[in-house]
Nanobody, 125 residues
Framework: QVQLIESGGGLAHVGDSLTLSCSSTGRPFTSYTVGWFRQAPGKEREVVAVVSWSGIDPYYVDSVKGRFTVARDHSKNTVYLRMNNLTLEDTAVYYC??????????????????WGQGTQVTVSS
């Protein structure tokens, strides 16, 4: 069983940077595609970035392109989300999850599993 744990959230100001981490207490998840999602108050959960096991050519939602970078370190069984130039709109709870292996290209939250508990990111002016 893979139990994901997100960490690294906190308070930041506009323009600051934060790095989130997604790790596992269970067996390694190096062979899985991993998604980063976020959910702001009153809004639906949205995909932020998706990275395959190889780490090559990750997907980013348009609103974070050029600011966020996703990377994975198999030796540490960890996936990172580096967030630069934060904006107020980045305030949300951030989650990581594993894509169902049968959903090859999906970015929909319902096709991901083993969700972590989330980590809060709050950006203020």
């Amino acid at each position: 069983q893979v139990q994901l744990i997100e960490s690294g959230g906190g308070l930041a100001h506009v323009g600051d940077s934060l790095t989130l981490s997604c790790s596992s207490t269970g067996r390694p998840f190096t062979s899985y595609t991993v998604g980063w999602f976020r959910q702001a108050p009153g809004k639906e959960r949205e995909v932020v970035a998706v990275v395959s096991w190889s780490g090559i050519d990750p997907y980013y939602v348009d609103s974070v392109k050029g600011r966020f970078t996703v990377a994975r370190d198999h030796s540490k069984n960890t996936v990172y989300l580096r967030m630069n130039n934060l904006t107020l709109e980045d305030t949300a709870v951030y989650y990581c999850a594993l894509r169902n292996p049968n959903k090859f290209t999906s970015r929909a939250p319902e096709d991901f599993q083993n969700w972590g508990q989330g980590t809060q990111v709050t950006v203020s002016s």
